[in-house]
């Protein structure tokens, strides 16, 4: 069973101190996971961006179907 972003978070929010250094010290050791969060830190931050339909973005870079 997996857990929701907001239950990972309040798990790593109830943790002392140590222990979230335990857990972001082991995410950032490995590449796979460190890319990964590199992503669900961007998707965040970029959440508030107005959204664009594909065709413009594949317009925008010369991609045709």
Do not use: C, H, Y
């Not at 002392?16 to 890319?35: G, I, P, Y």
């Amino acid at each position: 069973m997996f857990m929701s972003a907001a239950e990972v978070i309040k798990q790593i929010q109830s943790m002392s101190q140590d222990e979230r250094d335990e857990v972001f010290a082991t995410l950032l050791e490995n590449e796979a996971w460190r890319e990964d969060l590199a992503d669900l830190l961007t998707i965040e931050a970029r959440r508030t961006e107005p959204t664009r339909p594909i065709d413009n973005v594949f317009n925008d870079l010369g991609i045709n179907e």
